[in-house]
């Protein structure tokens, strides 16, 4: 994970992993089969690092929390929501992740199936909102207001006055406050399940 942190998953390597434990990379295949059984295990820790939802808070409190802290880890770690969403196996911590969040929503009243789409509506918008953003978001140290500047510059206002008149009158003025969008968003959604919960 830490390789990953500090460059992309595709530096993940057998070789790269042997160099940064100190040993030689054919070593490595007395502990692990390959490298899909790493990528697998750094999935699964990845979901480990997410706060497991509890009733105790109520189910719509307990989907934000859970939401929130899984948009909070996928920042962490950029790489790490194509890795999870891409992995057919899995381990232990995804198996509890999976069990508490359908937990909560049947305990809750939601159906099983109800209940299940759900856990894949609100794990679509987490995924797609954390990939979407990371094109959105400038890097650290660079400011929104500069990237929104270069960005109108190379947009004709006559050709997009739409997107024009949206990078002037938002994005330019605010930037992108990520926590508070991701936020609205998953309002939207817990106001439709709410629904959804009370017509059944």
Not at 4 to 19: E, F, G, K, N, P
Not at 77 to 82: E, F, I, L, M, R
Not at 96 to 109: E, K
Request: glycine share 8%; charged share 25%; hydrophobic share 45%.
């Amino acid at each position: 994970m830490g390789i990953a942190d500090s460059a992309d998953i595709d530096s993940v390597t057998m070789r790269q992993l042997a160099c940064k434990l100190g040993v030689e990379a054919a070593s490595l295949y007395y502990h692990v089969a390959n490298k899909d059984e790493i990528l697998d295990g750094m999935a699964d820790l990845i979901v480990g690092e997410i706060d497991l939802p509890t009733a105790d808070v109520g189910w719509r409190e307990s989907m934000r929390r859970r939401a929130v802290s899984a948009r909070e880890v996928f920042s962490r770690h950029p790489w790490a929501s194509a890795l999870v969403d891409s992995r057919e196996r899995t381990g232990p911590a995804r198996w509890a992740y999976t069990d508490g969040v359908l937990g909560v929503l049947l305990g809750a009243g939601f159906s099983s199936e109800m209940a299940m789409n759900a856990f894949l509506i609100l794990d679509g918008y987490i995924y797609g909102f954390v990939r979407q953003s990371a094109n959105m978001s400038p890097e650290d140290g660079v400011d929104s207001a500069e990237v929104a500047e270069q960005v109108l510059a190379a947009i004709p206002p006559d050709v997009y006055p739409s997107l024009n008149q949206v990078i002037v009158e938002s994005a330019m003025r605010v930037g992108f406050d990520e926590p508070a969008v991701f936020e609205i968003g998953l309002e939207f959604i817990l106001n439709g399940l709410e629904r959804r919960l009370n017509e059944s």
